[in-house]
């Protein structure tokens, strides 16, 4: 290990693991660790996280990786942060929590309460939620329903704002994670009877959001004073950690989530966000970021996965994706309908619910694990059929995250799309450290960051026969998902 004389950390708080790592000012990670930790779904329709729970798992990673740079650490000069979103946490005067669970993206039980706020002072400030279960919205429900809890808070922080408190003593956002503009829309806060004083400050991306406290120095043995740069909401690091920073520019991030973005000139109207259930914030360099989301992307796999294997480790999924090679096109007549949360975009449906379609005695685990693939890139490129339809070009298309790590399933993601794609095995750590690196004046701009630090592994072209069959089987699974639709009574 022969670092530069800089070192910049990314500290990245997806959805399922707490990532932390430390690269160079050429995106060379020179050390890197994961710490899972896990969400609760205590009623139909809740999702959440303990504070506590993200506090302990990214702190195990950030120390493995302080322990793996040995003396190397002296050459850290900087944090940046990512964090999925959005999501709430009630917190006191010191910045605790005053519960031990915090509702998470995936939880919608505000949902009413979202569709009050759109009736009371319209949709703009839809952005982040799904499309009306945002930070809004689950602060309403909180008011409503836990007056007793409300009366102990003194602020209203999401997950970035929470974490930023962490490491700094204070609490500050930026517009991707926070407000999903570039301020927090007043009027809505109004109809809450919530004071924005009560909210964290809004700042830019590559701003320094704080310097960490004397205490988190001595536990991570890190310089007193090292600046937290404030980064962006974790879909917005993945993007730019795979070098999308262009008009045009767009990404599939295969995580927890399966999630499609595309870099626009500015954002789309908050109407549109609504009936097609898209979410678009700021993203750098003066231009946004809008796309929508299947809710379970590689989560269907580690759902599938766990119940035909009691052992589900990478080794495991590497193993049995390998066997799902070995089905053709189309899963030997296997359709999986792959909202195992509710269906994401472009139409926001709680209630859908996933399938097995098409089985025989003939099929085997390969058929269903591939049918899983396709499922989900059908689902995905039903997004991409929404841009199109809003007349968002797409010029060039990357994938990452776990699941694309997957030669067999990036290749049915290009078949299915019939585009080529653009394979970049980076994460939101390193968009995180990206940002970290321009706000710190180690990179004179995002553009310029994203050239030094950002190293596509491969392309990923479709094959015309396998795209010509795909066109079909998308006609089917849409036609069977909407028959569902209509018998559940969602359609």
Same mark, same amino acid.
């Given at each position: 290990?022969?670092?530069?004389?800089?070192?910049?950390?990314?500290? $990245?708080?997806?959805?399922?693991?707490?990532?932390?790592?430390?690269?160079?000012?050429?995106?060379?990670?020179?050390?890197?660790?994961?710490?899972?930790?896990?969400?609760?779904?205590?009623?139909?329709?809740?999702?959440?996280?303990?504070?506590? $729970?993200?506090? $302990?798992?990214?702190?195990?990673?950030?120390?493995?990786?302080?322990?793996?740079?040995?003396? !190397?650490?002296?050459?850290?000069?900087?944090?940046?942060?990512?964090?999925?979103?959005?999501?709430?946490?009630?917190?006191?005067?010191? *910045?605790?929590?005053?519960?031990?669970?915090?509702?998470?993206?995936?939880?919608?039980?505000?949902?009413?309460?979202?569709?009050?706020?759109?009736?009371?002072?319209?949709?703009?400030?839809?952005?982040?939620?799904?499309?009306?279960?945002?930070?809004?919205?689950?602060?309403?429900?909180?008011?409503?329903?836990?007056?007793?809890?409300?009366?102990?808070?003194?602020?209203?922080?999401?997950?970035?704002? !929470?974490?930023?408190?962490?490491?700094?003593?204070?609490?500050?956002?930026?517009?991707?994670? *926070?407000?999903?503009?570039?301020?927090?829309?007043?009027?809505?806060?109004?109809?809450?009877?919530?004071?924005?004083?009560?909210?964290?400050?809004?700042?830019?991306?590559?701003?320094?959001?704080?310097?960490?406290?004397?205490?988190?120095?001595?536990?991570?043995?890190?310089?007193?004073?090292?600046?937290?740069?404030?980064?962006?909401?974790?879909?917005?690091?993945?993007?730019?950690?795979?070098?999308?920073?262009?008009?045009?520019?767009?990404?599939?991030?295969?995580?927890?989530?399966?999630?499609?973005?595309?870099?626009?000139?500015? #954002?789309?109207?908050?109407?549109?966000?609504?009936?097609?259930?898209?979410?678009?914030?700021?993203?750098?360099?003066?231009?946004?970021?809008?796309?929508?989301?299947?809710?379970?992307?590689?989560?269907?796999?580690?759902?599938?996965?766990?119940?035909?294997?009691?052992?589900?480790?990478?080794?495991?999924?590497?193993?049995?994706?390998?066997?799902?090679?070995?089905?053709?096109?189309?899963?030997?007549?296997?359709?999986?309908?792959?909202?195992?949360?509710?269906?994401?975009?472009?139409?926001?449906?709680?209630?859908?619910?996933?399938? !097995?379609?098409?089985?025989?005695?003939?099929?085997?685990?390969? $058929?269903?694990?591939?049918?899983?693939?396709?499922?989900?890139?059908?689902?995905?490129?039903?997004?991409?059929?929404?841009?199109?339809?809003?007349?968002?070009?797409?010029?060039?298309?990357?994938?990452?995250?776990?699941?694309?790590?997957?030669?067999?399933?990036?290749?049915?993601?290009?078949?299915?799309?019939?585009? #080529?794609?653009?394979?970049?095995?980076?994460?939101?750590?390193?968009?995180?450290?990206?940002?970290?690196?321009?706000?710190?004046?180690?990179?004179?701009?995002?553009?310029?960051?994203?050239?030094?630090?950002?190293? #596509?592994?491969?392309?990923?072209?479709?094959?015309?026969?396998?795209?010509?069959?795909?066109?079909?089987?998308?006609?089917?699974?849409?036609?069977?998902?909407?028959?569902?639709?209509?018998?559940?009574?969602?359609?």
């Amino acid at each position: 290990m022969t670092p530069q004389e800089k070192l910049v950390i990314g500290l $990245d708080l997806g959805t399922t693991n707490a990532k932390a790592a430390a690269y160079d000012l050429e995106g060379k990670a020179l050390a890197q660790a994961a710490v899972p930790y896990s969400t609760q779904f205590p009623r139909s329709g809740w999702a959440e996280q303990r504070p506590s $729970d993200w506090i $302990d798992a990214l702190s195990a990673a950030w120390l493995q990786v302080m322990a793996e740079l040995g003396k !190397f650490t002296k050459d850290v000069v900087g944090i940046g942060l990512s964090a999925h979103g959005p999501g709430l946490v009630l917190a006191d005067e010191s *910045g605790q929590p005053v519960l031990d669970n915090s509702p998470t993206w995936q939880d919608e039980r505000c949902k009413a309460q979202g569709k009050w706020l759109l009736e009371r002072v319209g949709p703009e400030w839809i952005g982040l939620g799904m499309p009306l279960t945002g930070f809004p919205a689950k602060l309403l429900w909180a008011l409503q329903e836990q007056p007793e809890i409300i009366a102990k808070t003194r602020y209203a922080l999401g997950i970035k704002e !929470f974490l930023v408190g962490w490491l700094t003593g204070h609490f500050v956002t930026e517009p991707s994670s *926070g407000p999903g503009g570039v301020q927090w829309y007043r009027p809505v806060f109004e109809a809450l009877h919530w004071p924005l004083e009560k909210l964290a400050e809004v700042t830019l991306p590559t701003s320094v959001g704080g310097y960490i406290t004397p205490d988190i120095a001595a536990r991570f043995n890190v310089k007193a004073g090292l600046p937290v740069v404030m980064g962006l909401n974790d879909g917005a690091c993945a993007t730019l950690a795979a070098g999308a920073v262009r008009t045009g520019d767009a990404i599939i991030t295969m995580a927890t989530n399966g999630v499609a973005r595309i870099i626009l000139d500015g #954002p789309i109207s908050p109407q549109v966000r609504l009936e097609k259930a898209l979410f678009c914030w700021p993203y750098v360099e003066k231009c946004w970021v809008a796309g929508g989301q299947t809710k379970s992307g590689a989560s269907s796999l580690q759902w599938l996965v766990q119940i035909i294997q009691a052992d589900h480790g990478d080794e495991t999924i590497r193993r049995i994706i390998s066997e799902a090679g070995e089905s053709p096109v189309g899963s030997r007549g296997v359709l999986f309908i792959p909202y195992l949360m509710g269906r994401g975009s472009p139409v926001d449906d709680p209630h859908a619910t996933g399938a !097995f379609l098409g089985l025989c005695l003939s099929n085997n685990r390969a $058929d269903m694990v591939r049918a899983v693939l396709e499922g989900v890139s059908f689902a995905i490129a039903e997004i991409f059929q929404t841009f199109s339809e809003l007349g968002l070009k797409v010029n060039r298309l990357k994938v990452t995250g776990g699941g694309a790590r997957s030669d067999l399933w990036r290749q049915i993601l290009a078949d299915v799309l019939g585009t #080529p794609l653009t394979y970049v095995g980076t994460d939101s750590a390193l968009g995180a450290a990206m940002v970290a690196a321009v706000g710190l004046g180690l990179h004179s701009d995002v553009p310029s960051a994203a050239s030094a630090m950002s190293h #596509p592994l491969g392309e990923t072209r479709p094959v015309l026969q396998n795209h010509e069959k795909y066109a079909g089987l998308l006609k089917k699974f849409w036609q069977i998902r909407d028959g569902m639709a209509a018998r559940q009574g969602n359609g």
